[in-house]
Nanobody, 115 residues
Framework: QVQLVESGGGLVQAGGSLRLSCVAS??????MGWYRQAPGKQRELVAS???????SYRDSVKGRFTISRDKAKNTMYLQMESLKPEDTAVYYC???????????WGQGTQVTVSS
């Protein structure tokens, strides 16, 4: 079992910035990612990062969001810049264990971008 604790959500005006954090009880041999789910929509992958540091982003956030991880602190971050109202959603931290293929979710943190 892996525990994930997110923080950093909040209310921000369009064009503003937020930084999300996700502390994992362990993050070895794993792929970590941020997902988001807006009301009435399916959960979607925002960005992911491997143990080796390779990253990927959905097209709508490229150039605005940056995912990173500090393995020594078992922490993953999502730096969000130039936020838009359409970025409003509950953001979830996810970890996929490479060896077992199990995945775990955080409790979610609300991000609201006002226009």
């Amino acid at each position: 079992q892996v525990q994930l604790v997110e923080s950093g959500g909040g209310l921000v005006q369009a064009g503003g910035s937020l930084r999300l954090s996700c502390v994992a009880s362990t993050n070895i041999f794993s792929i970590m990612g941020w997902y988001r789910q807006a009301p009435g929509k399916q959960r979607e992958l925002v960005a992911s990062i491997t143990s080796g540091g390779s990253t990927s982003y959905r097209d709508s956030v490229k150039g605005r969001f940056t995912i990173s991880r500090d393995k020594a602190k078992n922490t993953m971050y999502l730096q969000m810049e130039s936020l838009k109202p359409e970025d409003t959603a509950v953001y979830y931290c996810n970890i996929k264990m490479i060896i077992t293929a199990y995945q775990y979710w955080g409790q979610g943190t609300q991000v609201t971008v006002s226009s």
